[in-house]
């Protein structure tokens, strides 16, 4: 058994930059975590330090009850997949495989020819084995290198950006193929990307990262169902959720949020919560799915959490349609902007939209911290 243990990491660059900042998870045996956020965010040092490619400035690094910050990188039995697959150009994809285990030593040529065999045939690499890289496609330059690390007996498993040169056909199947060496090795492995939707098909659980400081890390429905800041939030899921300036007022016993564009009488379940921050200015969270016209709604829909408006246009984008809603709310017009998906056919009528209050987000201006999951 081996797990993962990352405590307090800290990373502080000859320069002075710090690329990690105190950062502790764990990744437990046979787990996969898909440790994503924005570039520069630090999740490639994260990985080199666990590798031992960088020294950590401070903090400390287990694998299992072996405390490895001192270890070479050789010895820490790392098998690491990178961007740019890092397969050696003068060595034929045979040798490519091989090289890991030639370079551990205490494998028998038997036993190398038989695992080389073995991987080549899993990636589908096994008619190519004589050829150098320069005569591979990008998509088999990357089966190679993880052939490579299928074939080690590794106690933990890398990976940085492995599919980002592959288009996006090629990268679909090489998920599958990451995946299908995950099962086998069933080892903890850290698998580094930018892509949110990459993280939630691949990782069991997901770090997200910003400015070399972790977030938050969980199951992809934690992260998206109780982000624990507005960051997370607006990070995690595609479309990303809908976030509108308000205020938190009170009535007698009933806390609405008052948005402008619309005012929502939130759940009494979140009075201690958020009780303490009445009066006092939030943003409002609302995920695309948790927002329907009532005739398609799975929640109920009434007055008090229904914004009315005439739906303006709809804008297809990459990331789901954005749907401009007139909306009326006292005395004054606003139009409101919403990534919700919609019928065309509602251009120019007035419907109105109902909100999952159950699923709604809360976040303090200043902190940024969900004032119900944070
Ligand atoms: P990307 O997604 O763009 O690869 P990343 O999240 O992997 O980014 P890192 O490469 O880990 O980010 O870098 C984290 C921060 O540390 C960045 O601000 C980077 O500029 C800085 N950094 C990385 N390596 C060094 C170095 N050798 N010296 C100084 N600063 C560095």
Do not use: W
Not at 26 to 37: I, P, R, S
Not at 51 to 64: D, K, N, V
Not at 267 to 275: A, D, E, L, M, N
């Amino acid at each position: 058994m081996t797990e993962i243990f990352v405590r307090q990491l800290l990373k502080r660059f000859d320069n002075g930059k710090i690329g990690v900042n105190e950062v502790s998870f764990e990744v437990n045996d046979g787990e996969f975590v898909a440790l994503v956020g924005p570039s520069g965010c630090g999740k490639t040092t994260t990985l080199r330090l666990i590798a031992g490619l960088e020294p950590a400035t401070s903090g400390e690094i287990r694998f299992g009850d072996r405390r490895v910050n001192d270890i070479r990188p050789r010895d820490r039995n790392v098998a690491m997949v990178f961007q740019d697959y890092a397969v050696f150009p003068h060595l034929t994809v045979s040798e490519n495989i091989a090289y890991g285990l030639r370079a551990r030593g205490g494998y028998t040529r038997e036993d190398i020819n038989g695992r080389v065999l073995k991987a080549a045939k899993m990636f589908r690499i096994d008619s190519l084995l004589k050829r150098k890289p320069r005569q591979l496609s990008g998509g088999e330059r990357q089966r190679v290198a993880l052939a490579r690390a299928v074939a080690r007996d590794a106690d933990v498993y890398l990976f940085d950006e492995p599919l980002s040169n592959l288009d996006a056909q090629l990268r679909h199947q090489a998920r599958e193929d990451i995946m299908m060496l995950h099962e086998q090795k069933r080892k903890p492995t850290v698998y580094v990307t930018h892509d949110q939707s990459e993280a939630m098909a691949l990782g069991n659980r997901i770090a997200v990262m910003r400015a070399g400081k972790l977030e938050q890390i969980g199951t992809g429905q934690d992260l998206y169902s109780r982000p624990a800041n507005l960051f997370v939030a607006f990070f995690i899921g595609a479309p990303s959720i809908n976030l509108f300036d308000g205020m938190l007022i009170a009535d007698g016993t009933s806390i609405y949020a008052d948005c402008g564009v619309f005012k929502v009488l939130l759940p009494g379940s979140f009075t201690q919560k958020i009780g303490a921050h009445v009066g006092k200015p939030i943003k409002v969270g609302i995920r695309p799915e948790d927002m329907h016209v009532p005739k398609q709604a799975p929640f109920d829909v009434t007055e008090d959490n229904t914004i009315k408006g005439i739906l303006n246009e709809i804008e297809p984008s990459a990331t789901g349609s954005i749907a401009y809603l007139s909306t009326v709310e006292g005395d004054r017009d606003y139009v409101a902007t919403f990534r919700i998906r919609l019928p065309a056919s509602y251009i120019g009528k007035e419907i109105p939209l109902g909100i999952n209050m159950e699923k709604i987000h809360l976040f303090d201006v200043e902190s940024e911290r969900s004032l119900l999951y944070g």
